[in-house]
């Protein structure tokens, strides 16, 4: 079983890693390793780094713990990932500047306090609910094995179930010390864990739940037990990275279990090698997705702003503070990166320099080994990593993307076909007469993945879908995590559809973002044969203030939006087009590109 972790109290070591040209640190921080088929959400007083006699120009550790790998793969108690939650603040104005403040919030004291607990602190702790109604019959319905690790909340052992489900199967309990739930956020991370666990259910790439017990001291999660590692002991025993077929198999998996969490509504928040798990020490045994600690259920229409994460994985959005399920997107971009080439694509000595490289720098496709990767694969680690979140592709998109092609795996069901659709209704007759050109002018590679979402709808034998369509789609999809969600409220903004279908064509109109077309290399030819389409049909005289009002842009706008409108007959130019379809809100003092969805 591999090792897992769980979160990192602030004030640790400095933290030193290995550069991208191979020096490693002088002085590595020690850690303490957490085994465990899931990682019991706790504070570790450290990560470690490369080892210094490594002998992999790799990113990674070479692990010497122990553990029941597969043959050829050894653990790696020393992680490559830094803390999960972030110490250093940027100098103002950056948004690292909060993260102290959220962890005290979450965690209480960034360490604990010598000698007796104050009278006022007491009053506090006692104050905490620490009742979940969880059963309290953990003791007869499973038999505890051996402790596989510990981390600061408590630790994870083997069991054999009694009763139940779990009869007679192997599990992994995670056993959390109630007496580490120093705040009210910490409690509700555990039952939110739960929560979710409980919700999702079905897929073959997520670790199964079994039971939540407790007693006075303790909450016991019982789960699958995962006994083939983790993918980074897999990436360590292959010298750093995958061959491209291999990692196509990898990233698949990934892609799969990610896009079902998004269409529940949840996002994960700390997708990274660690907390990918095999079932069996096979070698083409199934990943499973682990620790939900840091997850949370989250609305069609809502954006989080906690910073939670492990540094070399977490999005720009998340240390700006607004963000929502695309944060999962750039991790699996840095995940794929790591298998395709064996480094970070972020990287530094500190963490705040990690966030710097994060926000302003780009990936590095220049060095060895990505001259020899094909071409297919660097764009789709590309479309991943766009620091504009609105530009990136789904998880249900990136299996229709011309790299994995091959692959014959089923697409799932998108929730952004969902928003797209929501959006396209709401706009103007002229917004869909442009939205109509645009679809026009895709490509094979585009029609590709809105023919699998389209055959997703299951089309009446007329050839169009209606609202019904878009609701039993969901249905046939849902959890109980999509009601905690509550993603089928969507459904009440697309009320249009009751009273008329949709064909194909005008799906397509409706389900494209612009966003995501303008990240591509070809996006200027695309939008020049576009606007041709416009031109021909659905062009017209507009005047400054008739844009403004199409736009919901104020009079600031007027003098910006002079430039968009052809002085020879007073149509949208080619520049004012493609403006239009971005969507632009100006006010007063500034200028803010915001997405029309």
């Known amino acids: 079983m591999g090792q897992c972790y769980g979160k990192n109290i602030p004030v640790v070591v400095e933290d030193d890693i290995t550069s991208r040209t191979g020096d490693r640190p002088q002085t590595p921080p020690t850690s303490t390793p957490f085994n465990g088929a899931v990682s019991v959400p706790s504070v570790k007083h450290s990560s470690a780094h490369s080892s210094s006699n490594s002998p992999w120009p790799s990113p990674f550790p070479h692990g010497t713990a122990s553990s029941p790998l597969p043959p050829g793969i050894s653990a790696s108690p020393a992680r490559s990932t830094p803390r999960r939650f972030f110490r250093r603040p940027f100098p103002p104005p950056s948004p690292a500047k909060h993260i102290k403040a959220s962890l005290v919030k979450r965690f209480g004291h960034s360490k604990p306090k010598e000698g007796p607990i104050p009278e006022d602190g007491t009053e506090v702790e006692r104050s905490l609910d620490k009742n979940f109604e969880y059963s309290k019959n953990f003791e007869t319905k499973y038999e505890l094995g051996k402790e596989v690790g510990r981390g600061h909340f408590g630790h994870t052992c083997s069991a054999k179930g009694k009763k139940g489900e779990a009869k007679g199967h192997l599990v992994a309990v995670k056993i959390i ?27 073959q790439n997520l ?20 006994e083939g590692g983790e993918l980074l002991d897999r990436i360590l025993s292959r010298g750093g990275r995958y061959t491209e077929e291999d990692a196509k198999a990898i990233v698949v998996q990934i892609l799969n279990v990610v896009a079902f969490c998004h269409l529940q509504g949840v996002v994960h928040r700390d997708l990274k090698p660690e907390n990918f798990l095999f079932a069996t020490r096979d070698e083409d045994a ?24 492990s540094a070399y994985y977490v999005a720009p959005e998340v240390l700006h503070r607004s963000y929502t399920m695309e944060a999962d997107i750039w991790s699996i971009g840095v995940i794929t990166y790591i298998l395709l080439c064996g480094s970070r694509p972020f990287w530094a000595r500190t963490e705040s320099g990690i966030f710097r490289a994060v926000l302003r720098a780009d990936p590095n496709f220049d ?5 020899v990767v094909t071409t297919e694969a660097k764009d789709f680690v590309k479309r991943l990593l766009n620091k504009d979140h609105r530009k990136r592709m789904t998880a249900a998109q990136a299996l229709t993307h011309p790299w994995l092609r091959g692959k014959s795996c089923p697409v799932p069901l998108d929730i952004l076909i969902y928003k797209l659709v929501k959006s396209y209704l709401r706009a103007t007759p002229f917004k869909r007469a442009a ?15 809105l023919r699998a979402q389209y055959r997703l709808l299951e089309p009446h034998k007329d050839g169009r879908v209606s609202h019904e369509n878009f609701k039993m789609a969901l249905l046939r999809n849902a959890t109980d995590a999509m009601k905690e969600s509550r993603v089928l409220d969507i459904l009440n903004t697309m009320e249009q559809l009751s009273h008329r279908k949709m064909d194909f064509e005008e799906f397509c109109a409706a389900a494209i973002s612009t966003y995501q077309l303008e990240a591509l290399e070809k996006w200027e030819q695309i939008a020049s044969t576009a606007f041709e389409y416009f031109e021909q049909e659905g062009n017209r005289v507009t005047s400054v203030d008739e844009l403004a009002r199409e736009m919901n842009l104020g009079p600031t706008a007027h003098s910006i939006l002079n430039d968009w409108i052809r002085s020879s007959d007073g149509k949208l130019s080619f520049l004012g ?3 239009f379809l971005h969507g632009v809100t100006i006010r007063s003092s500034n200028t803010r590109h915001q997405s029309s969805a």
């Open 367 to 371: 060095d060895s080994p990505w001259p």
């Open 577 to 579: 087009y493609t403006k």
């Open 435 to 449: 939205l109509k050109a645009l679809s026009k002018a895709l490509t094979e590679d585009e029609l590709m993945y």
């Open 207 to 226: 670790v199964k739940f079994y039971d939540a017990c407790e007693d006075a001291n303790n909450v016991y999660i019982v789960m699958e037990l995962c």
């Open 177 to 203: 010390s109630k007496a580490k739930m120093t705040t009210a956020i910490s409690i509700e991370d555990v039952r939110r864990e739960v929560k979710i666990l409980k919700a999702l259910s079905g897929h």
């Open 286 to 309: 199934p990943m499973k997705l682990i620790d939900f600690g840091l997850s949370d259920f989250i609305r069609p229409d809502e954006r989080l702003n906690d910073i939670v994460g």
